[in-house]
């Protein structure tokens, strides 16, 4: 038997959709635009009457489209898309960037998860490209720069740490 413990959930409509021309070659993605716009606040300003009233696609030419997809499959889910330890670590940051970029706190604090949770896993902190990413891709108090960080620290040597640039060691 089923208890009601008094959660209300927001029920999805699904009858509009948004285009998204993502990357230089502006792949095109079709979105309900109420999932999306509950989700992400880059979306939920994108698709107001006041920013879009002509309701054109709205383009992301700075975003990867595997990574959108990524972030997308993150949104319907609401969880992060295992596929093993075949992708790279990278590929968590550069969806941990889109996902704050785009305002979507619930899939950046789901990635990050994954991101420790994947360290975890496979005995291996962030490489290099990581912390180019994560100093280059967000903002000196981001969450991911803190946690990149946190894992040198804590975890590298001292000769691996003197090659880091102050910005990232302070």
Known sequence: MAHDIGIKRKRFQFEESIEVLVGNNEVKFTVPQDLICERSSFFKS????????????????????????????????????????????RCRFRLYILADKLGDLVSANLVMDEIINCSDRISQIPDDLCID??????????????????????????????????????
């Open 133 to 170: 990413l994560a100093m280059k891709s967000t903002p000196s108090n981001s969450p991911l720069r803190r946690l990149t960080r946190d894992y040198y620290v804590f975890e590298a040597d001292a000769e691996k740490l003197e090659g880091c640039s102050e910005e990232f060691v302070l």
């Open 46 to 89: 994108a698709c107001s009457e006041t920013w879009n009233a002509s309701k054109q696609p709205i383009e992301l030419t700075d975003a990867d489209p595997q990574t959108f997809s990524e972030y997308l499959k993150c949104v319907y889910q609401s969880a992060f898309s295992e596929h093993g330890e075949s992708k790279p670590m």
